[in-house]
């Protein structure tokens, strides 16, 4: 098929709930994009979003934010998914996987009858489950079809320790890995401050039960989302901020280093299963995989994450 030009200054958001608008105006924020369309089965709330964002432009940069339908997108270069229903106090994410899947059903394919060259972002949930669905929906070559996996949860991961170590959270290096949700992966072997591995730091600001705190941060990131739900009803703050920075690293070709949502094709064992491991991301979506080290306990966490994810995705006959 002929490549079709797309405008690399436009983007598409299909679903304006908390998720999608929080997501929009994050990215007006950033300037990254001059022109943003918004869908929404609730065309109304679309033009709402629309026109309660727009009215921030004048304090960003000039750029047109609108309500429109799936024809709009044709020439989006990237096209976010955050539509869907979202999680209910106490449920999981892998109890959305039904509601969400057939939504998918309908959204997908309204895309790529429009526009089969842009890269989609998935962030509605389960995202790594509607990660494959939307990759075998749209039939995009799996490059393409990213989903926001564990950038939310490592920007926590990083949040976490930066207020435990008192240290700049961006100079931590530290990844979640696996499924965004309750099988998700610290990588404490890789885990660093700076180069200086983490109990180094740790000993150094006088915690040396290691087991006790790697735990507890890590129990605490995986139930963050939990928490916020429980307490405000849904998280978008720190969702939309993860969307705007990897937007940023598409649109800028920067091969950031990002633990996005992506098909495994053999690496760590895994096959025809989409997670989070940290990749290349830059202007063809996902570059490839780092050659993340792991020890065994994380490898057989990953590879346990992996098995809970196809079991619910074979449930979901896609
Ligand atoms: N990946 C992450 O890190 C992350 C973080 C937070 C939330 N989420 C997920 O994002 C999704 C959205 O959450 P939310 O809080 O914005 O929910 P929300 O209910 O506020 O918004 C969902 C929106 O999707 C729209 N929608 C539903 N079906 C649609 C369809 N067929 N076509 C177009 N629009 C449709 C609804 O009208 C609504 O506006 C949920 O699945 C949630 O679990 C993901």
């Known amino acids: 098929m002929e490549q079709k030009k797309l405008n690399s200054r436009k983007c598409a958001m299909v679903g304006c709930g908390f998720v999608g608008s929080a997501s929009v105006y994050a990215l007006m924020q950033s300037g990254l994009f001059s022109e943003i369309v918004l869908i929404d089965a609730n065309r109304q709330k679309a033009e709402g979003e629309a026109l309660d964002i727009s009215h921030g432009l004048p304090f960003a940069k000039p750029m047109s934010i609108y309500a429109g339908d799936y024809a709009d997108l044709a020439d989006a270069a990237i096209v976010i998914v955050t539509a869907g229903a979202a999680q209910k106090p106490g449920e999981t994410r892998l109890d959305l996987v039904k509601k969400n899947v057939g939504i998918f059903k309908s959204i997908i394919p309204q895309i790529a009858a429009v526009n089969q060259d842009c890269i989609l972002l998935i962030v509605a949930n389960p995202v790594d489950v509607l990660t494959y669905a939307a990759l075998k929906l749209s039939g995009f070559p799996k490059e393409r079809v990213i989903g926001s996996g564990t ?152 590879q346990k994450s992996a098995a809970t994810l196809k079991k619910v995705i074979e449930e979901a006959e896609l």
């Open 151 to 302: 950038v939310l949860d490592s920007a926590r991961f990083q949040q976490m320790l930066g207020e435990h170590l008192d240290v700049d959270s961006r100079s931590v290096n530290a990844f979640i890995i696996g499924e965004h949700g309750d099988s998700e992966i610290a990588a404490w072997s890789s885990a660093n401050i700076a180069g200086v591995p983490i109990h180094r730091v740790c000993e150094m600001r006088g915690f040396t039960d290691h087991d006790y705190e790697t735990h507890r941060i890590a129990e605490a990131v995986k139930n963050s989302a939990y928490e916020i739900i429980e307490k405000k009803g849904a998280t978008y703050y720190g969702i939309g901020m993860s969307v705007t920075r990897i937007c940023e690293a598409i649109i800028r070709n920067e091969l950031s280093i990002l633990p996005v949502s992506t098909l495994m094709c053999g690496q760590f064992g895994l096959e025809d299963i989409c997670l989070s491991m940290p990749a290349f991301v830059g202007s063809h979506g996902v570059d490839t995989l780092l050659p993340f080290e792991l020890d065994v306990s994380e490898l057989l966490a990953l």
